[in-house]
């Protein structure tokens, strides 16, 4: 029995060994997650199952969206839509009685792949700001067709009238059947697109983000690859839809909004895009933020919102990145603790150099508008003081010119304007007095 | 279909694309110019908005509210300028994407937590209230045609500005080659700074335009940011003339198609199936519009010279 156990150890060590650090990083990650059920009586429930299912689903559409981004250099900003997509399909197959795994899982597929094509045969051409724009339009355009779905309940979306039925059985309807399905369908899609971007297909795909021009020397043509990486990812896509959709057995436009698109973006650049397991980790990240923020207030997106910038600005290749640099320099625990110590230290001090910077150039450019704001006005001042000495001039060579042999009331005209004028330079002589000694 | 309401939709579709113009104009001079892509810009139409109900709150007076609402949001635009987009323009769409998406997460909630999640509502100012008899059986309000006018005289105000002065002229050098501008002792920073400010102050106005006739709420800019995003694409990035066109174009055709899309199919479907296909292929019209004129022209209708 122990030589038993010791021979499975050996064998689970070497099978380790023979995987790369990516696939050992995922291998930890699903591992982790296949003994959540265990967990789960002790601490959460099922809510902690419900968390769980979520993480892999949104795990599976990151990891479809890293293909087009990691490897595809393609920012889909439209990805929500196939959510969407598969979860529409296969909740209208349902509540037309084809609710079951062999019609409504390929439907979900299906509709995804053709929307994908009609749509990326546009979109593809494009490359940059444009596809980030088209896929947004795009992405938008199914959402506003879903909220005109009338038939299918439009704006309030459609009630699935149950689980999808595998080979007849309400097998999906119990918890931990569902979390492991969810599980399983993750690994799945982890294997396909992390084989997928080995292959020859994905080093093409790549040497067209790296240098378009140079596969094109050699004989590569980009249009056709990169079309058939968006299609296969939305696809992928479309699955985790069908998994969300079966999760709440309810489906809505909402799956589609484009914020959503934004954080599936945000999931893949917070775990670290150019790996596979980078996706995995920025999904359980991003929704263990969500839980933990949306408990604290209703307004977690506010606070959400700063972090996605200051991760941007401060933090560069997301958590895969970190990973990668520590692993690089081969520390030891105690190293790794101390280093993550400097670390932290270091992001505080560049926080707070950039709080200063920003303090110091907003007070420059304060006090350099009011300096040259009150030179401004000194010298409109001045002006104005030099026309209305011109006109106390005016008046008194008017009223000498006039004489005493002209009418009284021309007299006492030209009197008025120079009194007039007299006062206003007072006043305004006055006023700036009071202003230099505040 | 009657031409009265036929007419009144045209009116209905210009005034939204002269308001697309204003909102997209600005997002075109920032990417043109910067080649920065802002997401955020949809939020500063909201700013505009909300900024001239508090200030109409304030004084009382609606013209004076969007009159201090355009430096308002121009100096809103400025702060975020200075503070987190300055460091971004050297960075990668991908990462300008995640931050200004970060932005609008944050200002979208951060209004509803300062005027609550409910709509607000500016009255439409008595001196332009009412409306005009156009022909039998047709009036038109005149705050409408005040928006069409605003927007025509910022367009033409803008079309001077860009051809016939120094700035302006650098503007276009920049959206062409800003390295090279760059390189020829033009402070490319501040160049940026106007444009930046200018066009939020456009997108601000737009908002505070709008303020009488729309309810005012949190998430209002996101439907006209990727509305304008579509203007762009069709018009071509960088181009002010290219987006004028568009936004028209887009604002007629989605308005028109929204109105008698439905009526349209009559004439060769099923009642029942036009009604049932009618609304959701009118909120595909622009998409598929946008669709047509990239497949035929991938840059665009006019693109800016100088980019591929």
Known sequence: MARAVRFAIDAAANALRALSFDQRMAAGLFAAMALLPLLSPVFGGSYLLLVGERAMIFAIAAISLELLIGAGGLVSFGHAAFLGIGAYAAGIAASHGLGTLSVALPAALAASALFAALTGAIAVRTRGVYFIMITLAFGQMAYFVAISLAPYGGDDGLTWPGRTLVLGTRLLESRTAFFYATLVFAAATYVLVSRLIASRFGRVLRGLTDSETRMQAIGFAPYPYRLAAYIIACTICGLAGFLLGNQVEFVSPAYMHWQRSGELIVMVLLGGTGTVYGPIVGALAFLMLEETLSRLTEHWKAIVGPLLVLVVLFAKGGIAGAIEAWRRRKMTPAQLLAELGRRAREAIARAGHFVREVTAASRQFARRLAASGSARLRQWVAVLRRWLDALILLARRGAAEVGIRAEPWKRALWRLLESVVLSAERGIAAALDRWRRR | ?308
């Open chain 2, 1 to 308: 279909m009657s031409t009265a309401l036929f007419v009144v939709q045209l009116f209905n579709g210009l005034q939204l694309g002269i308001l697309l113009f204003l909102v997209a104009g600005g997002l075109t001079l920032v990417f043109g110019v910067m080649d920065f892509i802002n997401l955020a810009h949809g939020v500063q139409y909201m700013l505009g908005a909300y900024l001239a109900v508090a200030f109409y709150q304030l004084t009382g007076n609606v013209f004076l509210a969007v009159a201090l609402a355009l430096p308002a949001s121009m100096l809103f635009g400025l702060a975020l300028e200075v503070l987190v987009f300055r460091h971004l323009y050297e960075r990668d769409h991908l990462e300008q994407v995640l931050a200004t998406f970060g932005i609008i997460l944050f200002l979208n909630q951060a209004v509803k937590i300062i005027w609550g999640a409910a709509p607000l509502h500016m009255p439409v100012p008595e001196l332009l209230s009412g409306s005009i008899q156009l022909m039998d059986g047709l009036r038109y309000p005149i705050y409408r045609f005040a928006i069409i006018a605003a927007g025509l005289l910022v367009a033409t105000g803008l079309y001077l500005f860009v051809k016939h002065t120094r700035i302006g002229m650098l503007v276009r050098a920049g959206a062409t080659n800003a390295p090279m501008v760059s390189a020829l002792g033009v402070d490319i920073r501040r160049l940026f700074m106007i444009v930046f400010g200018f066009g939020a102050m456009l997108a601000g106005f737009a908002g505070a335009l709008v303020a009488p006739i729309l309810s005012v709420e949190p998430g209002m800019g996101d439907q006209i940011l990727i509305l304008a995003f579509v203007v762009i694409v069709i018009g071509g990035i960088g181009s002010i003339r290219g987006a004028f066109i568009a936004a028209l174009l887009v604002g007629v055709i989605d308005t028109l198609g929204r109105s008698f899309m439905t009526d349209a199919l009559r004439l060769v479907l099923a009642p029942g199936t036009a009604r049932a296909i009618g609304p959701a292929l009118a909120s595909m019209t622009m998409y598929l519009l946008m669709a047509v004129v990239l497949a035929v022209r991938p840059a665009g209708l006019f693109p800016a010279r100088g980019r591929a």
